[in-house]
DNA sequence: TTTTAAAGTTAGTCAAGGCTAAATTGATTT
DNA sequence: AAATCAATTTAGCCTTGACTAACTTTAAAA
């Protein structure tokens, strides 16, 4: 049968989740970055109550996932006080929100609902690559 | 001020994130129904090693995951035998093999080239509601 | 200024989903 | 039949991301 590695050419998807499972451990960056660059707009300030009840989760689950933010140099934060999001942080919640807007504009002019869209658009926007990016952008006209 | 909880009307954003946190761990499930019906399929039956291959983790973490499967009711397997899926599993596999075509359809109907259409596929297809996949659908002329 | 309430932190627990290393089972060769 | 090899299982560990409960700090009211 010769080389078993060209056995199953069509097969080797290995690669794939184990890029999704790295997109995944992004994802909650992601959503806290852009939560905190919302916050941080709208109300002048990002505090871990305002995460909390955006997010659902209890204060001491924000509390850890700020640590890991910090450790990975996207915000920082002083004990009691409010976070603040670093270069790294801003530059990722900007990318973000211009990608969330793309693929709800774009759920939009598919004539999606935009409920529906608001939602959908919350899940996908972390799977899609700069190339469907690009497609949809040019679809819904920019 | 009145109701609290009518405050932010536009970030009661909570359950979003909460579904999203349920989404997640309903992905594994699905990628791991929809490898086995391929693989039985294709190969007659699924054994742990051709997953642990195909998603390129160990032998294992392969273990770990039938064993929940089996408590959750998508798959059904005996010690050192192969794997088989219960009709629920089944019901998923099929339902999420229909999915992935529609979703995968739909990019290449936009112009994605399908290295990267079968890649964002396979990171999108999880976050994708009935609607947003019923305009897919219709987008790409069934 | 003292008390109280809200916000934040810490400690300990749990499940999911990874890993390695070691043991066991089943199947194939010799 | 015994040895060997591949597949599977088990045990133990790690990180993420959730929780509750208890504690500390800050800010606001009395």
């Known amino acids: 049968m010769g080389d078993p590695s060209a056995r199953h050419p069509r097969h080797n ?30 109300e002048g300030e990002a505090r871990s109550v305002a995460l909390a009840e955006r997010f659902g989760v209890t204060a001491a689950t924000v509390n850890n996932t700020i640590k890991r933010l910090e450790r990975d140099g996207f915000v920082t934060s002083r004990p009691y006080r409010s976070i603040f999001l670093t270069d790294q942080g801003k ?49 819904s006209g920019n």
């Open 13 to 42: 998807k290995a690669e794939v989740f184990a890029q999704l499972r790295y997109a995944h451990a992004r994802e909650v960056t992601e959503d806290y970055v852009e939560m905190i660059a919302d916050l941080i707009e709208e």
């Open 91 to 139: 530059e990722l919640a900007e990318k973000c929100r211009k990608r969330h807007e793309i693929v709800y504009n774009f759920l939009i002019a598919l004539g999606v609902d935009p409920a529906i869209a608001e939602f959908d658009a919350e899940g996908i926007e972390h799977h899609v690559s700069e190339e469907t990016l690009a497609a949809f952008s040019k679809f």
